[in-house]
């Protein structure tokens, strides 16, 4: 019979049973347990089948809705959830407590991985994001997040027959999202406009997801107002050509800000006082705060940049320079150009814009370069990827040594609630003293499930790739709920080396298939679509996966996901991370695991680097300096090494009567107890608080009545700094210690207005500095020709030390002596 049209019935809801609307929308239900049961118990099959409060309400049966309106048990637990959830997002929270906190923070980023249910994500960085959301709002940080809303999202991904990855990308349709539009009062969606090159004007409507008590505000370009080919600018996640993206990241950072300001007006939410650019992509917010100071107070761009800057906090989260966001300096100046001047900064000449943007190559606008010189605060997300930030961008601070670049770290983390398994988070409060049969009980039943959902994933990811039920009966069997399961899931990125224990694949088969004591694997991930590199590494991957000798112990889950990776961080005994190091800048999915009391087998990369302690897993040591290929045998080699002397054996070995292996369950425990709060988005959003948006906050509010005149100070000391010399330094001992001395020629500028420091420290065998410690100087007298004497006498222990004296600005609004880039060392 021909269909000639469609419709949809949807359920209607008792008055009763309101509540339920309320707790599918806010996004809070991802980590609310109770929330999740009332789904689960109004629509059973509708819930497993998509983990989706909102789409289990609209197709719940209605007789179970009927009987569910009248049920006394099923109401309380309604009306329990609903008042929970608002005293959660209602009563003070730790951020409330903490004096001179930032009033409002803005926090933009490309991506955010918030849930399953909200595509908006394509891997750690979003995640990342959406792990921030949730513990600034678990902590009430007043947070207003912004990004852009993707008609597809990122992509769906399968494989082909050959094991070739597919790309399918389904269009969201907003209004069965968990999004609100944002109305204006006279019931139009808030919309912001941005100019893009030749004058042409984009648009873009505003909605929002709510994380808990965060407003997630999403900009959306596909809108009728729109030339048809703008319409596509939010179309998909990394999608596109350089042009594509520039588009996007000028609506993101000039759109966000507005969007920002016009969401605080409509609804009262306290203005931003900080901005934070998670990445370069969204940049260009500098120059939109830039451009509102300069006409809401008449500041000079100088004075406007200066200020702006005070308020505003740069994350790089990539350590290799490849990874940097950068556009051709020609296309930045076709989209911000009109003639010689800007055109969002009409009294800015166009290549002063251009300049924030420079790196060593003239044709290239950097991104991540622009993002530090419009943040007078940046960090790295580990201890290591910091060290490794400063040595990267130590361009950027030409007179400095690396250690003393103005970038800091903080450790990225996870947040517990979404990524610790419900029954670890309700049973193993305390594991150092839950017993043991209880603690292995819950590893084995998360194991068990993960086996489950291989079956059920495997099975699908045949009939995808053409394969009849017929021929799966295998699915049923493969993997086992006793054996030795590890985990290996993010994106296909070259560095991250998914094929490494592939390098001697007899070794790995033998691990496999080892009769008494073998293991089995479970491997996830996406390859970006323009990466054919990525996509034939997954597609040797494949190749050896599907032979039917060992398809039952290792397999490739396609299309991983927020969704399917709970399962993974859930059920994995070991997590395997193994790229090249220094190039992980933090990694954050062995953390997950480690909330659960996964151990980790990784290369001291990025987080592990600092957290391992020898109980929590294993190191798996890096050979740096290698030709890679050399490198990666030595690499896998002490992989295999680690499985076969001591991971498999401390999992098999020493188990008790119960069957209880004592050696794993005490490294289990440590983890959980020792490694566990360190890695939490807890941790994370409480250092981002107190350690940058709330000096930041302070240095905006303490440098705003004085602009100008910090302002002038820089200019002075750009003006003078040429004249600045230490003409002479000197150490002379004597019975009250050292006496440091350093004739400095001011060049006019105040003796106040600059710092000058002694820097002492042993000598290595080249002669050169080691180990260096700074001592500050003090005006003491005239020194020879016009100079000005500084000094300090100091203790020192025993030994032979060098020195030399220098030179740094001083003023007492800026955030550090580093802060203008400006040293002059004695010569
Ligand atoms: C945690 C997570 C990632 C990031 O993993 P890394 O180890 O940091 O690369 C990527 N995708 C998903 C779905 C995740 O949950």
């Known amino acids: 019979m021909h269909v000639t049209g469609t419709f949809t019935v949807e359920p209607s809801y008792p008055p009763s049973l309101a509540p339920l609307a309320t707790l599918a929308q806010n996004l809070r239900w991802v980590w609310d347990g109770p929330t999740q049961d009332l789904f689960a118990t109004l629509a059973p099959q509708q819930w497993a089948a998509t983990l989706d409060p909102l789409e289990t309400l609209r197709t719940a049966p209605q007789d179970r809705i009927d009987a569910l309106g009248v049920d006394e048990g099923y109401l309380a637990r309604v009306d329990a959830a609903a008042e929970d959830l608002r ?48 513990a600034a709002s678990d902590l009430g940080v007043p947070l207003v997040a912004l990004g852009l809303m993707y008609r597809s999202g990122y992509f769906k991904q399968t494989l082909s027959a050959d094991g070739w990855q597919q790309e399918q990308y389904p269009q969201l349709d907003p209004s069965r999202l968990p999004l609100t539009p944002v109305l204006l009062s006279d019931g139009q969606q808030l919309t912001v406009s941005v100019t893009l090159d030749r004058g042409r004007v984009l648009h873009a409507i505003v909605w929002r997801a709510d994380v808990g008590r965060v407003p997630l505000l999403l900009l959306d370009a596909d809108v009728d107002a729109n030339e048809p080919d703008l319409r596509s600018v939010t179309d998909r996640l990394y999608g596109g050509d350089a042009e594509h993206r520039l588009r996007q990241e000028i609506l993101l950072g000039i759109g966000g800000v507005r969007a920002a300001r016009a969401y605080c007006d409509l609804t009262g939410h306290p203005g931003i006082e900080v901005f934070h650019a998670n990445e370069g992509h969204a940049g260009f917010l500098g120059l939109e705060r830039t451009r ?89 997300v580990s201890r290591l990827h910091g060290e490794v930030s400063r040595e990267m961008f130590a361009g950027l601070w030409p007179d400095l040594v690396p250690s003393e670049v103005p970038i800091g770290s903080v450790t990225n983390g996870v947040h517990r609630g979404t990524w610790a398994a419900r029954a670890v988070r309700e049973s193993l409060s305390d594991p150092l003293t839950v017993p043991s049969d209880v603690l292995w009980g819950v590893r084995n039943t998360q194991r068990a499930n993960l086996v489950d959902e291989v079956r059920t994933r495997t099975r699908a990811a045949w009939r995808d790739r053409g394969a009849v039920d017929a021929e799966l009966g295998w699915t049923e069997r493969m993997f086992d709920p006793d054996v030795l399961t590890i985990g290996f899931a993010r994106r296909v990125s070259t560095y991250k080396r998914l094929t490494l224990m592939l390098r001697e694949p007899d070794r790995l088969r033998r691990l496999l298939l080892d009769p008494e004591r073998p293991i089995q694997v479970v491997i996830a991930g996406k390859s970006h679509p323009a990466d054919d590199g990525g ?200 019975p009250a210690g050292v ?89």
């Open 292 to 380: 509102e100071l300069m006409a809401e107070q008449d500041l000079t761009f100088d004075e406007a940049l200066a200020l702006a800057r005070c308020s505003t906090v740069f994350t790089t989260h990539t350590p290799v320079p490849a990874g940097i966001d950068r556009f051709p300096a020609d296309l930045v100046r076709r989209y911000f150009g009109d003639g010689e001047t800007c055109v969002l900064l009409p009294t800015v000449g166009l290549e002063r814009m251009i300049a924030l943007g420079a790196e060593a190559d003239p044709g290239v606008f950097n991104m991540a370069h622009m993002g530090f010189r419009l943040a007078q605060r940046a960090n790295g």
């Open 87 to 134: 005293r959660y997002l209602d009563e003070p929270r730790w951020a409330a407590g903490i004096p001179g906190g930032a009033r409002a923070v803005a926090y933009f980023s490309m991506e955010f991985g918030v849930s399953q249910t909200l595509p908006n994500y394509s891997g750690g960085l979003g995640i990342l994001a959406g792990d921030h959301l949730k």
């Open 739 to 827: 006496t440091l001395t350093a004739d400095v020629a001011l060049g006019g500028l105040a003796v106040g207005e600059v710092r000058v420091e002694a820097v002492l420290g042993p000598l290595d065998e080249a002669g050169a500095l080691e180990g260096t410690s700074t001592v500050q100087l003090a005006p003491a007298r005239a020194g020879a020709d016009g100079t000005v004497r500084y000094q300090a006498t100091v203790s020192s222990p025993v030994g032979h030390f060098g020195f030399t004296a220098r030179v740094l600005p001083r003023h007492e609004l800026l955030s550090g002596p580093a802060e203008l880039g400006l040293v002059r060392y004695a010569k």
């Open 535 to 734: 996509k034939h590494l997954l597609q040797q991957l494949i190749g050896f996966i599907d032979d039917p000798a060992i398809r039952h112990r290792i397999a490739f889950l396609p299309n991983y996901s927020i969704g399917m990776a709970g399962y993974l961080y859930h059920g994995c005994d070991v997590w395997l991370n193994n790229p090249l190091r220094p190039l992980e800048a933090c990694g954050t999915s062995g953390m997950k695991s480690a909330l659960n009391g996964g151990l980790n087998l990784s290369v001291l990369d990025g987080w592990w680097d600092e957290l391992y302690d020898g109980e929590n897993g294993w190191a798996i040591p890096s050979a740096v300096g290698l030709d890679p290929s050399r490198r990666d045998d030595i690499e896998a080699a002490a992989l295999y090494d680690l499985l076969e002397n001591d991971v498999v054996p401390a999992f098999y070995g020493q188990r008790d009567e119960q069957g209880v292996p004592k050696q794993w369950l005490a490294k289990v425990r440590h983890t959980l107890a020792v490694t566990g709060p360190e890695v939490t988005a807890d941790r994370m959003v409480r250092e981002y608080t107190m350690d940058y948006y709330r000096p930041a906050a302070q240095s905006y509010r303490a440098t705003a009545p004085h602009i100008r005149e910090l302002a002038a100070f820089a200019d002075r000391i750009h003006a003078a700094w040429d004249d600045v010399a230490v003409q002479d330094s000197a150490a002379t001992v004597g």
